[in-house]
């Protein structure tokens, strides 16, 4: 028996409130209507199928808002680098530039997979198009290694072959420029990809950073060269392609937890302390979680009492998925499986022969988790 994606306030229920609707006026109909939007405006939670969508879409406008600020801010930083880089023909100015330009064409296929996360559900993809945001992802990746590549390449031809630097005092404006820009853009976007739990966009974030302070290694750079060492601007080149790898290392560990659906274990153990707060729950079984896109499915076994019938056993899946959405705030999605206390015989032992390892199939157990 499962409870899965419940729909609350008699919304799939047979009870037909049209029918019992019809005996009454059209100005108490209003009355009713007006006073359940009421109600729903001063209600702090709402799990319905409609509040779901309203929620996801939200999400999904907010990391678009995200993207396009933070586009149009790292456009201007990397037009006023390039304008300095053409005068100066500072090396390590035009990695900064060109992981500057990296960083916001990034915003384009994250800005695709937001959009893409927005359709509903088909029989092809009956998770929905949320995993749009990890592949986004990935393409984030392959945007900062290409940045680092192209980088060190510059850093270790103007090695080779030596060039002057000039318009030193641009150069470093243009470094300081680079650096506010970009850790802005950072926090905004860290801030807003972790509250709606998009790790593409927390990359991108991490992503920015790392370019916050690779543009103050311009000014290292440029103090070099002032002194007189030709050598320090393709040096210091090179270490931005290093710090480059270094957020590289960060943000390919975030997409590929992503992709390899991994999750925080304290979400895990929050579920079985909510479920096992429930009343009716004996114990807890396997708990398992899965990110799409920045929205949290959930699949869970409980155990009640053998005696209950399957209505009243039904009534407390639906309790334990109502408790999970107050327990994990990007829950849009849980299927609550229910089991019962030891009778006769396991009524899971058809089920053996279909697994790997029956030995070790979970089980839930009373009390347990």
Same mark, same amino acid.
């Given at each position: 028996?499962?409870?899965?994606?419940?729909?609350? %306030?008699?919304?799939?229920?047979?009870?037909?409130?049209?029918?019992?609707?019809?005996?009454?006026?059209?100005?108490? #109909?209003?009355?009713?209507?007006?006073?359940?939007?009421?109600?729903?405006?001063?209600?702090?939670?709402? %799990?319905?199928?409609?509040?779901?969508?309203?929620?996801?879409?939200?999400? #999904?406008?907010?990391?678009?808002?995200?993207?396009?600020?933070?586009?149009?801010?790292?456009?201007?930083?990397?037009?006023?680098?390039?304008?300095?880089?053409?005068?100066?023909? #500072?090396?390590?100015? @035009?990695?900064?530039?060109?992981? =500057?330009?990296?960083?916001?064409?990034?915003?384009?296929?994250?800005?695709?997979?937001?959009?893409?996360?927005?359709?509903?559900? =088909?029989?092809?993809?009956?998770?929905?198009?949320?995993?749009?945001?990890?592949?986004?992802?990935?393409?984030?990746?392959?945007?900062?290694?290409?940045?680092?590549?192209?980088?060190? /390449?510059?850093?270790?031809?103007? @090695?080779? =072959?030596?060039?002057?630097?000039?318009?030193?005092?641009?150069? #470093? !404006?243009?470094?300081?420029?680079?650096?506010?820009? =970009?850790?802005?853009?950072?926090?905004?976007?860290?801030?807003?990809?972790?509250?709606? +739990?998009?790790?593409?966009?927390?990359?991108? +974030?991490?992503?920015?950073?790392?370019?916050?302070?690779?543009?103050?290694?311009?000014?290292?750079?440029?103090?070099?060269?002032?002194?007189?060492?030709? !050598?320090?601007?393709?040096?210091?080149?090179?270490?931005?392609? @290093?710090?480059? @790898?270094?957020?590289?290392?960060?943000?390919?560990?975030?997409?590929?937890?992503?992709?390899?659906?991994?999750?925080?274990?304290?979400?895990?153990?929050?579920? /079985?302390?909510?479920?096992?707060?429930?009343?009716?729950?004996?114990?807890?079984?396997?708990?398992?979680?899965?990110?799409?896109? %920045?929205?949290?499915?959930?699949?869970?076994?409980?155990?009640?009492?053998?005696?209950?019938?399957?209505?009243?056993?039904?009534?407390?899946?639906?309790?334990?998925?109502?408790?999970?959405?107050?327990?994990?705030?990007?829950?849009?999605?849980?299927?609550?499986?229910?089991?019962?206390?030891?009778?006769?015989?396991?009524?899971?032992?058809?089920?053996?022969? %279909?697994?790997?390892?029956?030995?070790?199939?979970?089980?839930? !157990?009373?009390?347990?988790?």
């Amino acid at each position: 028996m499962k409870g899965k994606q419940h729909a609350h %306030h008699g919304q799939g229920r047979p009870h037909g409130r049209a029918g019992a609707d019809s005996g009454h006026s059209p100005g108490a #109909s209003r009355l009713r209507r007006l006073r359940h939007r009421l109600a729903h405006l001063v209600t702090p939670h709402g %799990h319905e199928a409609a509040d779901k969508a309203d929620a996801a879409m939200e999400t #999904s406008r907010e990391g678009m808002r995200t993207l396009w600020v933070s586009l149009a801010v790292l456009g201007i930083t990397t037009l006023v680098q390039g304008v300095i880089v053409a005068l100066s023909g #500072s090396v390590a100015l @035009l990695g900064d530039t060109v992981h =500057n330009a990296a960083d916001a064409l990034t915003a384009l296929p994250l800005g695709i997979a937001f959009l893409l996360g927005r359709r509903a559900a =088909n029989r092809r993809y009956t998770y929905g198009y949320g995993r749009a945001e990890d592949l986004a992802g990935v393409l984030v990746v392959a945007a900062i290694a290409a940045s680092a590549v192209l980088t060190a /390449h510059t850093a270790v031809e103007r @090695l080779l =072959n030596p060039r002057d630097i000039t318009h030193l005092w641009a150069v #470093s !404006a243009a470094a300081l420029v680079g650096f506010a820009g =970009n850790e802005w853009v950072a926090r905004y976007r860290i801030r807003t990809g972790r509250r709606i +739990g998009s790790a593409a966009l927390v990359a991108d +974030g991490l992503h920015a950073r790392t370019d916050g302070f690779t543009s103050l290694a311009v000014l290292l750079g440029a103090g070099g060269t002032a002194l007189g060492r030709r !050598a320090a601007d393709p040096v210091v080149g090179l270490l931005i392609a @290093l710090a480059i @790898l270094m957020v590289l290392k960060d943000a390919a560990r975030e997409v590929c937890r992503r992709l390899m659906d991994s999750v925080d274990p304290g979400l895990v153990a929050a579920a /079985h302390t909510a479920l096992r707060g429930v009343d009716g729950v004996l114990g807890t079984g396997a708990v398992r979680m899965r990110w799409v896109g %920045h929205a949290l499915r959930a699949e869970a076994d409980i155990v009640v009492g053998p005696q209950l019938t399957v209505v009243q056993a039904h009534r407390i899946a639906v309790a334990a998925e109502h408790a999970l959405m107050h327990a994990l705030p990007r829950l849009t999605a849980a299927t609550v499986h229910v089991d019962h206390t030891p009778v006769e015989g396991d009524p899971h032992a058809v089920l053996d022969h %279909h697994t790997a390892h029956p030995a070790h199939t979970a089980r839930p !157990a009373v009390g347990g988790c």
